[in-house]
């Protein structure tokens, strides 16, 4: 069961673009999280939000918790290629329910 | 962070057989772990919640008799794919939390192909 909603599911850009993606479910969570992954290795967790209309930075990365918490965002800024890779949100609790991915592609 | 070690990382079967993926949690007690299967570029799916001691929860369209998952120990949980074949080729990962509503570590993932 596909409880997150990512979008958009691939996106590709240029070096120096900005880009946002989204998590969105109809279920309110007690937190959410955002990772990124490689190909042929785990994801590594990126960061963790709890509170609603949280918004969490993380160097060119900006994260936001929807006020609802049923939502979030993933922003980058001046994207470089070495932000390629998978990401994923998460949503914690009893089990652990993974988004549909967002396969990003920076292009130098 | 927790250590989450995955074995093997890669393993390559005649279809028929079957393969023991190992996870274990290093440094931690984890009290639940997960197995995920992931295609390419795709995201993660779970397959099923394990908790030490108890059977495996899996979630609809999981085969339990084919994905076995023994969880026998707070640091040791294993995924048997049992009468593999070929469309079971793909990357299964698991993850282990220490208590509910917890940061999840992942293992660093198996590529088992079927062949």
């Known amino acids: 069961t596909q409880l997150l909603e990512q979008s958009p599911q691939f996106l590709s850009i240029q070096e120096g673009e900005n880009l946002t993606v989204y998590c969105n479910s109809s279920?309110?969570?007690?937190?959410l999280q955002w990772y990124r992954q490689e190909p042929g290795e785990g994801p590594v967790l990126l960061v963790t939000?709890?509170?609603?209309?949280e918004v969490k930075k993380l160097k060119r990365l900006t994260f936001q918790f929807g006020d609802a918490r049923k939502d979030s965002s993933l922003h980058i800024t001046a994207a470089q290629p070495g932000d390629t890779g998978l990401y994923l949100c998460?949503?914690?609790?009893?089990?652990?329910?993974f988004g549909t991915g967002t396969s990003l592609t920076v292009i130098p | 962070g927790a250590v989450v070690s995955q074995h093997p990382s890669r393993v390559i079967c005649k279809s028929g057989t079957s393969v023991k993926i190992e996870c274990r949690s290093l440094d931690f007690q984890a009290t639940t772990m997960f197995w995920y299967r992931q295609f390419p570029k795709q995201s993660l799916m779970l397959m099923a919640t394990?908790?030490?001691?108890?059977?495996?929860?899996?979630e609809q369209g999981v085969e339990k008799d084919k994905f076995l998952i023994n969880h026998a120990s707070l640091t040791l949980s294993t995924l048997t794919v049992t009468s593999a074949h070929p469309e079971d080729s793909s990357f299964y990962i698991c993850?282990?939390?220490?208590?509910?509503?917890?940061?999840?570590?992942f293992g660093q993932g198996t590529r088992l192909t079927v062949v």
């Open positions: 939000v709890v509170t609603g209309g």
């Open positions: 279920s309110v969570f007690s937190s």
């Open positions: 998460a949503a914690t609790g009893n089990q652990f329910y």
């Open positions: 993850s282990a939390v220490q208590g509910y509503d917890t940061e999840a570590f």
């Open positions: 394990s908790n030490e001691g108890s059977k495996a929860t899996y």
